[in-house]
């Protein structure tokens, strides 16, 4: 019964592919969001969805894209990978005025090699 | 530009110790300020949060201080228990449309609680 969960939880690729990262939360939850957790730690939005509109766009290369087919579900699609994209990638959700409080899956780590 | 500034970067501390990680954030717009736990492997997860126009909130051994006028807010951890090891975020946001949902992470605090 994991409240938000993320695949895979590893992910090894070399530079120049395409991949994608799903996540799905069964909170019932109306906003989730995607984060990049670097290699010193540090957490940073990059994009936020409320019933499946994109709120919250950072300045990401456009190599990122994320979709969400539905409520339950924000998937993050990247293209060309570059090394500099090696990190954590962390799904959150949160539900209505709460948007503070953000409930986070266990993260999926990307390696560019 | 980081927004949050989150001090010291590590601290280790004593079983029944009280280790106290300082945040400071200038944009006054913000109105919410959460801290989160992450241990290893995790995802953070909420700790305790805070509005501006409360000091101090307490849940259970954490206490978070809140001081409006300096732009500060610092997280206690009472009686520390090897458990508590764990990073620490502190985090701001504000309640705009443009802004909805998005936190702005401190550096994040590595805290070692010894047996």
């Known amino acids: 019964d994991t409240a938000v969960s993320q695949t895979p939880k590893y992910l090894v690729t070399q530079m120049g592919n395409d991949k994608s990262i799903k996540c799905e939360q069964n909170l019932g939850h109306d906003t989730m969001y995607w984060y990049k957790q670097d290699s010193k730690k540090f957490l940073k939005i990059m994009f936020s969805y409320n019933n499946k509109e994109l709120i919250i766009n950072e300045t990401v290369p456009n190599r990122f894209s994320p979709k969400s087919p539905d409520k339950a579900h924000l998937n993050l699609h990247i293209n060309s990978l570059e090394l500099g994209d090696s990190a954590v990638y962390f799904c959150a959700s949160s539900q209505g005025v709460a948007v503070y409080e953000q409930y986070f899956g266990p993260g999926t780590r990307l390696t560019v090699t | 530009q980081q927004q949050v500034k989150q001090s010291p970067q590590s601290l280790i501390v004593q079983k029944g110790g009280i280790p106290i990680i300082n945040c400071a954030y200038e944009n006054t717009a913000f109105d919410y300020f959460p801290w989160y736990q992450q241990f290893p492997g995790k995802g953070p997860a909420l700790l305790i949060a805070?509005?501006?126009?409360?000091s101090e909130k307490k849940e259970g051994r954490f206490t978070i201080s809140f001081n409006k006028s300096a732009k500060q807010f610092s997280l206690h951890i009472m009686d520390s228990q090897p458990g508590d090891s764990a990073t620490y975020f502190c985090a701001a946001g504000r309640g705009t449309t443009d802004s909805w949902g998005k936190l702005q992470f401190g550096a994040g605090t590595q805290v070692v609680v010894t047996p």
């Open positions: 805070i509005r501006p126009d409360v």
